[in-house]
């Protein structure tokens, strides 16, 4: 799977995120403001950006952004470790990931946002004899509660999870107040910033001592983040003090591209 930002991806939402001039940037890169949207929109390196002055201008890492450049991409997690996860990647007008964890030995099952369309899903839980017991959601942007409708239909009792403040009380999450699925503890950490209602939760105690797993939605990516313009600082903040702060083994399964890790990102995402 590919990354979901390019380096042009990355230095055109540091530039918004820091409200920097396009003037300013594109003097930075030097290059012309009609080739410097050309590059943002393609990240091809062959226009002669000077990535690195750009970055320092921007407050992205240089060396980082070199990396993510030169493409970087985080090493390919074996997901066997886990055995009881699997990630679902589901293709509307983009694609988005949503995640699946249970039990082996009592099947009790948790989903993590439902993604465009909720088939994948139902034939997972199918196949693997699942009890779907919890919904939880890292924010309620479309592409990830699309097919929340089809979910709850399915399974009337499921239990829902989320910190939308348009939700019933019962559905709302408490930051640190575990939920147990079977021997897994989950637990949700504010991460609001690309959205206001943004939830990570944090999955623990997996058989066999396997890292934890950070379900994080937009709040970071491998190599990048979700956007925020309105509150970009209280973004990066909390992906540091909540995300980035766990182990580096931890795995993180963000909503769009691959899977990455504690470690991966600090090494190498220039917002960080
Ligand atoms: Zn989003």
Redesign the pocket.
């Known amino acids: 799977m590919p990354l979901e930002d390019h380096i042009g991806d990355i230095c055109r939402k540091a530039r918004m995120q820091t409200n920097t001039p396009i003037a300013a940037v594109a003097a930075a890169a030097g290059v012309e403001e009609s080739a410097l949207d050309v590059w943002e929109t393609d990240g091809d390196l062959a226009t002669g950006v000077n990535v690195a002055a750009l970055a320092e201008l921007l407050n992205l890492n240089v060396a980082k952004a070199a990396a993510v450049a030169e493409g970087w991409e985080p090493e390919p997690v074996d997901v066997g470790q886990w055995g009881f996860l699997r990630m679902i990647t589901t293709t509307g007008s983009f694609d988005v990931n949503s995640f699946v964890i249970w039990d082996d030995a009592t099947r009790e099952t948790a989903v993590f946002d439902t993604g465009w369309f909720a088939d994948d899903i139902f034939q997972l839980a199918e196949a693997e004899g699942l009890k779907m017991e919890h919904l939880f959601i890292t924010?309620m942007?479309g592409?990830?509660v699309a097919a929340m409708g089809e979910v709850r239909k399915q399974w009337p009792a499921i239990q829902l999870h989320t910190n939308n403040s348009g939700a019933p009380e019962k559905n709302r999450v408490q930051e640190g107040k575990a939920t147990m699925v079977g021997g897994l503890r989950i637990t949700p950490q504010l991460t609001p910033g690309?959205?206001e209602d943004g939830v990570t939760y944090v999955i623990e105690d997996w058989p066999g001592n396997a890292p934890a797993v950070a379900v994080v939605?937009?709040a970071i990516f491998a190599g990048s983040m979700?956007k925020d313009f309105s509150t970009p600082e209280l973004a990066q903040r909390k992906v540091r003090e909540e995300i980035l702060s766990l182990p580096p083994e931890t795995l993180i399964c963000s909503?769009h591209g691959p899977l990455t890790t504690v470690g991966e990102e600090l090494e190498y995402n220039p917002f960080f």
């Open positions: 924010h942007h592409d990830h690309h959205a939605g937009d979700g909503g």
